[in-house]
């Protein structure tokens, strides 16, 4: 069974930090690039943040440049986003999306964490 478990998220102040974490299970995790998305209230659900399978290339949306840090840890089958300096406008539901990197069309979601930048 095929299962992505985000955590992580919670309340933080702007300029606040947090990381998140997205265990899977059910694939062969090594096989997939993995992605952050998030969604706010009222958007559409947005790319942040891509590493590739071995973890040698990164690809991040602008308006998290040099904020946001994807990883992983293949042995553990995770994948990481470090936020900092986080805004108001990162509020939002992040979601850990797996996607394999033969057959793009297989591609597996987790539920999300939400995430809350506020004062």
């Known amino acids: 069974q095929v299962q992505l478990v985000e955590s992580g998220g919670g309340l933080v102040q702007p300029g606040g930090s947090l990381r998140l974490s997205c265990a899977a299970s059910?694939?062969?995790?090594?096989?997939?690039?993995m992605s952050w998305y998030r969604q706010a209230p009222g958007k559409e659900r947005e790319l942040v943040a891509l590493?590739?399978?071995?973890?040698?290339?990164?690809n991040y949306a602008d308006s998290v440049k040099g904020r946001f840090t994807i990883s992983r840890d293949n042995a553990k089958r995770t994948v990481y986003l470090q936020m900092n300096s986080l805004k108001p406008e990162d509020t939002a539901v992040y979601y850990c999306n797996a996607q394999n990197i033969k057959i793009s069309f297989i591609n597996y979601w987790g539920k999300g964490t939400l995430v809350t930048v506020s004062s």
């Open positions: 059910g694939f062969t995790f090594s096989s997939y690039s």
């Open positions: 590493i590739t399978s071995t973890g040698g290339s990164t």
